[in-house]
């Protein structure tokens, strides 16, 4: 019965989650996200945060780095920052706007890249950690899958309650792009609006669960 219950509470939301991603994000980028900009994801964290006033924040470029911003620093991957395909500079908008809400409340963005990091590491390391346990313990398998799934519901439910600061965040880089010419072209502003605002649903999906979806491809044939 408590092996059930472990169960149906961790599938409850992992499904939702990943349901939420797919309807709000997923179908979004995969048929507006390929587009060709004229700009750089670098170049739009920098128009950002000059609409901002902020001069103080400073812009890094490092390999697979992750949520790794603060109200003075701001770490791209070389493929969001030099890249000008949609997805890509509206991912570098997201993280500027971000920086954006970490300057007004730090504490805040810090439980989101917590609530990020612990959906990505502690569902693997739990997965290791039950297969010890399995074969070294007299725990059953059907109860350390349980186990395992609760885990992923409890990583789940900390990506929904957090959720919120990147919405907030991709409303402030959308209504940016609403009320000034961030964009020199007015079809490219609106398209990054709707990718920002798609982008903010991504990060939803614990990191395991996320490996085991099926890859969609951009329109264009490139993978997401």
């Known amino acids: 019965m408590i092996g059930k219950l472990l169960l149906m509470s961790g599938i409850l939301p992992v499904v939702g989650s990943i349901l939420a991603r797919k309807f709000f994000c997923d179908r979004t980028l995969i048929h507006q996200g390929g587009a060709r900009l004229s700009l750089t994801g670098r170049q739009f964290a920098e128009e950002i945060l000059k609409k901002a006033c902020i001069k103080d924040v400073e812009i890094e470029e490092k390999r697979r780095p992750f949520l790794p911003l603060g109200p003075k620093r701001l770490v791209l991957s070389p493929s969001i920052a030099e890249s000008k395909v949609a997805k890509d500079v509206a991912a570098a908008g997201l993280l500027a706007g971000l920086v954006?809400?970490?300057?007004?409340q730090e504490k805040i963005v810090g439980w989101r890249a917590w609530a990020v990091k612990f959906g990505w590491a502690m569902p693997s390391f739990s997965i290791v950690i039950m297969a010890f346990a399995i074969a070294a313990t007299p725990l059953t398998a059907m109860m350390g899958i349980a186990i395992i799934?609760?885990?992923?519901?409890?990583?789940?439910?900390?990506?929904?309650?957090?959720?919120?600061?990147?919405?907030?965040?991709?409303?402030?880089?959308?209504?940016?792009?609403?009320?000034?010419?961030?964009v020199s072209r007015r079809s490219e502003s609106d398209l990054l609006a709707e990718l920002v605002r798609a982008l903010s649903?991504?990060?939803?999906?614990?990191?395991?669960?996320?490996?085991?979806?099926?890859?969609?491809k951009l329109k264009n044939g490139d993978p997401l």
């Open 100 to 104: 954006l809400m970490a300057r007004r």
């Open 149 to 182: 799934f609760a885990i992923l519901g409890a990583a789940a439910i900390a990506l929904w309650l957090t959720l919120p600061v990147e919405r907030e965040a991709a409303k402030t880089v959308a209504l940016y792009l609403d009320e000034s010419a961030l």
């Open 201 to 216: 649903w991504q990060r939803l999906v614990p990191g395991c669960v996320e490996w085991l979806m099926p890859k969609p």
